[in-house]
C-alpha cells in the first residue's frame, strides 16, 4: 500500500491511496516542518500516519520541505531536466524499503540557482492527470513555480515571490495602511494587472496602489485586491506561457481563482487542478521504483 | 531672515539662512510628522524655532510631509511641469506673511497619479547649487524620487519604493533570515545589481539571495549588500538617464553611496549633493516671492 506524504512549510497532508493513485483516505494536520523541532520527525509522522505504516507491504513517500535542510531528513536535489526515472531513482530513504524523501530538484541559469521541493511531484502528477507530455504548469502560493514539462519530462522552472511580497505590502508596508478587507473584487485586481504590465517596474508600480488611495480612486476593500493584481500582473509579465503549450493551475482555489482570472483577461486559457496532482504524482515514482502495492 | 524648514515623516531639520541661501544656523530633530500628534505642530514648530520666529521680519517656509493630510495643515498639490512660479504662487499659509507650506507636486501617467512632497525644493535648490537648468535628480531613500528637470522647471517625475522594499525583504521575509549584519559589500552589491538587471523581474531575482545562500555561495554578511543591490538594479533597470542630462544624486552619504557605485558601474557618471539642497530650494522659493531676508 502506498501512503503518500506531502509535507510542507506550513502543513502535513498524508493520503492512503489506491492502485490507480487516488486517495482512499486523506488527513491534513498544521504540523508544517516550521512546527517540528530538530529530532521530532519520526513522531509526528507517526501520529499522522503510523496506523497505515503497520499494514504489510506498507511504502510512504515524501515529498516537500521535508526534504529540505531544516526537513526530516536533507535529500539532495536532482538536477533539473529531470523524469519519473530521475526521481525514483534519486530517492533519500529514511528506513529502507519502507520510507523515502522524493529529491527536489535544482537547476543553474545565468549563474543562479533556483530550487523546487514537492512542485517536481505535483508536476508529474499534472501530467498524469492530464494526460498532457508537455504543459506549462503553475503553482501559485507564497513562492509561485512555474513548471515547464516537455516529452514527459521537467524541462526547467522558475520562482516567483509573488504570495510572500503581497503578504509583505498588505501586512507590513505604507501601502497596508489604507487597505481593509473585503471580497476578491475581479474589476480592481485586472486594473492592478493591467498597471503592472504598463509600467514593467514593480517598484514603481506599487506607488500606484498607495497614490490612487490618495486622491480616492482605490476603495480600502478594493486595495488588497488591487495589490493582488500589481504582483500578479508582474510575474505574468516575464513569464507568458508559450503558444502551443497547454497551461495548467494547479493548487488551492483561492489561489488559482485570480491567476485564472488574469490569463483570461490575457487570452490565455488554462485548465485548473486540485491538489490530488501530489497523490498521483507519488504513485507514479512509487510505480516506477516497480514498488507500488 | 528665512527660516527653512524640512519637515518629513521621520524627521524635522530647520535652518537660518543667510541672503545666499547657506544654513547660519541648523537643528535637527526626532519629531517627523509621524511623532507628532494632531493639533500638535504648533507647539513642535516653537520648540524647534521659536526663538528664531521672534525675530523681526521672520519667515518660515516648509516643505516635506508636513503639508500632508496627516501633517500640520494640507497643501494641495501643484501640477508638474511646474516651475519656481508656481511654487511660490502655491504656498498655502499657516500664518499669513509669516509661515507658509510648499505645495509638493502631483503629475498623472496612463491613468496612475504620482506624488512628491519636499523632492520640489530639493530639486531647486539642486539646480540652483549646480548651476544646471536640465538635469535628471535621483533621490533615494525609502521612496526614491526621480527627478527630470528641463529649462530650469520640473518636468517630471517617478516615485519607486526601493527603501520600503528593501526593509521589508531584510525584516520580514524569508530572505533576511540566513543574513546578518556587515559593512557595505561592493562586489556584492554589484553582482545583486547585474543579476536584477539580467532577470528583469524582481519578484524571481529576489528568490536569487535565497538560493545563493542555500547553496553556500553568499556569505551572510554580504546578503544586506546583494539584496540592496537587487533592489537598486531593479530601480534602474527601467530608468536610465537621457544621453545628455547630468545625473545628480541627492541625500545623506549611507543611501547615495550604493546609487553612486551602482551608476558608475553602469558607465553613467553622476554627481552628489547633501542635504543643504533643501536649503537652496527654500531660499530660491522665498527669493522668488520677493520676500526672503
Not at 102 to 116: Q, S
Not at 182 to 190: T, Y
Request: glycine letters at 12%.
Amino acid at each position: 500500500m502506498l501512503i503518500a506524504v506531502d509535507w510542507g512549510t506550513s502543513s502535513l497532508r498524508v493520503a492512503r491511496l489506491d492502485d490507480a493513485g487516488r486517495a482512499i483516505e486523506e488527513r491534513e494536520f498544521a504540523r508544517g516542518i516550521l512546527t517540528v523541532p530538530a529530532g521530532g520527525f519520526a513522531q509526528v509522522f507517526e501520529q499522522a500516519c503510523g496506523d497505515w505504516m503497520r499494514q504489510p507491504g506498507a511504502l510512504a513517500l515524501i515529498c516537500g520541505m521535508a526534504g529540505s535542510r531544516q526537513g526530516w531528513m536533507e535529500a539532495p536535489y536532482a538536477a533539473c531536466p529531470a523524469g519519473l526515472e530521475a526521481l525514483a531513482s534519486g530517492l533519500t530513504w529514511i528506513a529502507p524499503g519502507r520510507i523515502a524523501i522524493v529529491p527536489g530538484l535544482a537547476l543553474e541559469r545565468d549563474g543562479i540557482p533556483d530550487v523546487i521541493r514537492g512542485e517536481e511531484t505535483k508536476a508529474i502528477g499534472v501530467l498524469q492527470a492530464s494526460g498532457a507530455s508537455s504543459a506549462t504548469i503553475v503553482m501559485p502560493g507564497t513562492h509561485c513555480k512555474w513548471v515547464r514539462a516537455r516529452h514527459g519530462r521537467i524541462e526547467s522552472f522558475a520562482t516567483f515571490m509573488t504570495g510572500e511580497f503581497y503578504a509583505l505590502l498588505r501586512q507590513h508596508s505604507i501601502l497596508g495602511r489604507t487597505m481593509a478587507e473585503g471580497p476578491f473584487d475581479r474589476d480592481a485586481f485586472l486594473r492592478g494587472l493591467d498597471h503592472a504590465g504598463r509600467s514593467g517596474n514593480l517598484l514603481h508600480a506599487a506607488f500606484s496602489a498607495r497614490t490612487l488611495s490618495l486622491f480616492e480612486r482605490l476603495p480600502p476593500q478594493a486595495g488588497p485586491s488591487y495589490l493582488s493584481g500589481l504582483l500578479v500582473g508582474e510575474e505574468l509579465r516575464s513569464q507568458r506561457p508559450g503558444g502551443h503549450d497547454s497551461v495548467i493551475l494547479v493548487g488551492a482555489e483561492k489561489l488559482t481563482l485570480p491567476y485564472g482570472a488574469a490569463l483570461d483577461h490575457l487570452g490565455l486559457p488554462c485548465r485548473t487542478l486540485g491538489q490530488e496532482a501530489t497523490w498521483l504524482g507519488l504513485h507514479a515514482i512509487a510505480s516506477h521504483m516497480g514498488n507500488p502495492s
